[in-house]
């Protein structure tokens, strides 16, 4: 009985999980709230005022007026566009953890779970190990070994990333795998590569999506959070950590330089938590209209 | 029970192993010549003799294969031997053990705090969903696990301290230095464990028992108390577990911004310094400390459910 509503609740279509969103108010704004965060991201170049990273020193320092809406920091560099470039940095590198780890666990996961055996127990307990570190302390061996910079932390969050998609695949496919379309494929002479491919992987995406979904903000924290250390993105690089850190040396005089990045990623967190609570929730019909949910 | 535990502590030490495995070789893929590094620091820069240097090697076993310098290593780890710090040649057991007060006091007041908001907040929103105060918690805990620590830290020092100068911007030794960081840490974390009290309260309350627990006519407090608040405890003390994660990172991110001196900062420094052996010890001890709590939460949990002992015993 439990097998058969996993099956059915996977399969929900995603274009179903779309009209669920759409009547789920909250999120529906993640929903919009990423869209216009994309929006800036790709037209950053057109939006900005200035070139985000061009110094002038002259104005280092300006307050909020005409020629620099957002006034400018320490080195005369436009406020304003380097939050909006800021926006590219955090999405991109969001979208480049969350897609690689994605594709990385899915695969590893989804041979673990149907295969078993060896490979199984090797995935199993090099999370073990993983999993063993604090994940802020793995992620500053890495880059404080191989040097750091936002390669390194892309790095060091992606190899951790993988490993929550790996089990929760491998866990699906496990159930999956017992059910009896699986066997009637098999008892059609299907190779094992058409059955993952074609019927295991469908019902899988659902949780890899809303994981992936889960796992951006996870990373555009991660990597504001290096950058404010220093260790993440370097100067003159746009990224919201890094202006906040660069902004807490003026923030007796110039308090918005270290709140504005501040709210940018707050809200680019938020935007990605809605939206991903509202796909966990569409995508499984059990917690709908349930309290949980909030 | 104990067949479980013997389990465990056999996973513990493989798991060990695994960590000082990979701490091992992170540190050997360390571009240029370990022992030139050491010699360098010990000696000073191009002071150094080939004799020197050759013992240098032989202090630190690199002229031992890649396997041995392991071992070597690893036997003394075991004895409490972590090396030297390159900057203060003082030996790095003692660096992270003079820094680990400081840690442990900001790491337990803060967890006060997450508990004192998070299990009332959590438990008067469970009782009445949709209310008010329910769906203020839940949009409070949303904002609150979005707002990143080193920002909200900043944020109050603004306040606090620039503002209205009640309470001191950084550093430690007072009562007065731990209100702003714990306050930072333990908020954080109870917008995460606000929501976990509430879900797996409501989880509970769905129950055959708490149904019964009316039925026969107790009180909505005693069913509360006595039935749903004990049972959704072992999903809370899991989270609690789970928080360990944030609040070790917490910790290194809070101690920088407040410029206090624990072993988060020690390792911030450290990687700004490049003093790699400090860097090592700091993530090996820290790791260690992490599943040995880690072990000791799943076997108290065990102890509450004994459901957890069968299902986690075969696995």
Redesign the interface.
């Known amino acids: 009985m439990h097998e058969t509503v996993t099956a059915i609740r996977t399969r929900l279509p995603l274009s179903h999980a779309l009209q669920a969103i759409t009547r789920d108010r909250a999120a529906l704004f993640g929903g919009i709230l990423v869209m216009l965060l994309a929006l800036i991201a790709l037209l950053a170049p057109w939006l900005a005022p200035h070139n985000p990273v061009q110094q002038d020193m002259a104005h280092a320092l300006a307050p909020p007026g005409a020629e620099y809406p957002l006034g400018t920091d320490n080195m005369g560099r436009c406020n304003l566009s380097r939050l909006l470039y800021g926006a590219r940095i955090s999405l991109a590198v969001g979208l480049l953890v969350g897609g690689l780890a994605a594709g990385i666990g899915t695969v590893i996961g989804l041979v673990a779970g149907y295969y078993g055996g060896i490979l199984d127990e090797v995935l199993m307990?090099l999370t073990?190990?993983?999993m063993?570190?604090?994940?802020?302390?793995?992620i500053?061996?890495?880059?404080?070994?191989?040097g750091?910079g936002l390669t390194n932390t892309v790095l060091a969050l992606v190899v951790l990333g993988w490993l929550n998609f790996a089990r929760v695949v491998r866990g699906v496919t496990l159930s999956i795998k017992e059910n009896e379309f699986i066997l009637a494929a098999r008892g059609l002479g299907f190779s094992n590569a058409r059955i993952m491919w074609r019927h295991i992987l469908p019902n899988v995406l659902g949780p890899v999506i809303v994981l992936a979904t889960f796992d951006i903000?996870h990373t555009i924290?991660a990597v504001?959070?290096l950058s404010?250390?220093?260790?993440g993105a370097q100067p003159p690089t746009p990224e919201w950590?890094a202006m906040?850190?660069a902004g807490?040396a003026y923030?007796?005089t110039q308090?918005h330089l270290?709140?504005a990045?501040?709210l940018m990623?707050?809200?680019t967190?938020?935007a990605f938590?809605?939206l991903g609570n509202g796909l966990r929730d569409a995508l499984d019909p059990r917690r709908k209209n349930h309290?949980?949910n909030? | 029970m104990l067949k479980y535990i013997a389990r465990r502590l056999a996973?513990l030490f493989?798991?060990?192993f695994?960590?000082s495995l990979?701490?091992f070789l992170?540190?050997h893929?360390?571009p240029g010549d370990h022992a030139q590094l050491v010699a360098i620091y010990r000696y000073g820069f191009d002071d150094y003799s080939a004799q020197e240097l050759s013992s240098v090697r032989k202090d630190i076993g690199a002229e031992l294969p890649l396997y041995q310098q392991y071992l070597w290593w690893l036997s003394h780890v075991i004895h409490g031997d972590l090396g030297y710090s390159f900057i203060t040649r003082r030996p790095v057991a003692d660096e992270i053990l003079v820094r680990l007060p400081a840690t442990l006091e900001l790491a337990a007041f803060s967890l006060v705090i997450t508990v004192l908001i998070a299990l009332p907040l959590g438990v008067l929103a469970a009782r009445r969903?949709?209310s008010r105060l329910?769906?203020f918690t839940?949009i409070g805990s949303?904002?609150g696990?979005?707002?990143?620590?080193?920002?909200l830290g900043?944020?109050l020092?603004?306040i606090f301290s620039?503002t209205l100068g009640i309470l001191p911007v950084a550093g430690s030794g007072s009562f007065a230095h731990l209100i702003l960081p714990a306050v930072t840490l333990g908020t954080g974390m109870a917008a995460v464990s606000t929501r976990l009290v509430r879900?797996s309260l409501?989880?509970v309350l769905e129950q055959d028992y708490v149904a019964t627990a009316r039925a026969k006519g107790l009180g909505e407090g005693a069913v509360l108390w006595r039935h749903a608040l004990r049972n959704a405890f072992i999903p809370v003390v899991t989270v609690l577990g789970l928080q360990?994660?944030h609040l070790?990172?917490g910790t290194?991110?809070v101690e920088?911004v407040f410029a206090r001196p624990g072993v988060g900062k020690l390792?911030?420094d450290?990687?700004?310094s490049r003093d790699?052996p400090i860097?090592q010890g700091?993530?090996l001890f820290?790791?260690a400390s992490?599943?040995l709590i880690?072990l000791l939460v799943d076997i108290s949990y065990a102890f509450l459910d004994p459901r957890i002992r069968y299902e986690g015993g075969k696995s």
């Open positions: 307990r073990d190990i993983l063993a570190f604090p994940n802020l302390i793995f500053l061996a890495v880059v404080g070994t191989l750091p903000p924290l504001a959070g404010f250390l220093g260790l950590g906040l850190n807490r923030m007796r308090p270290m709140i990045p501040g990623i707050m809200l967190v938020l938590n809605l309290p949980v909030l | 996973l493989f798991i060990l695994g960590v990979i701490t992170l540190m893929v360390i969903p949709y329910d769906n839940v949303l904002i696990v979005a707002v990143p620590n080193f920002w900043l944020l020092i603004l620039l879900a409501l989880e360990l994660n070790i990172g290194v991110i920088t390792i911030v450290a990687i700004e790699i860097l700091c993530v820290l790791a992490f599943s880690n």
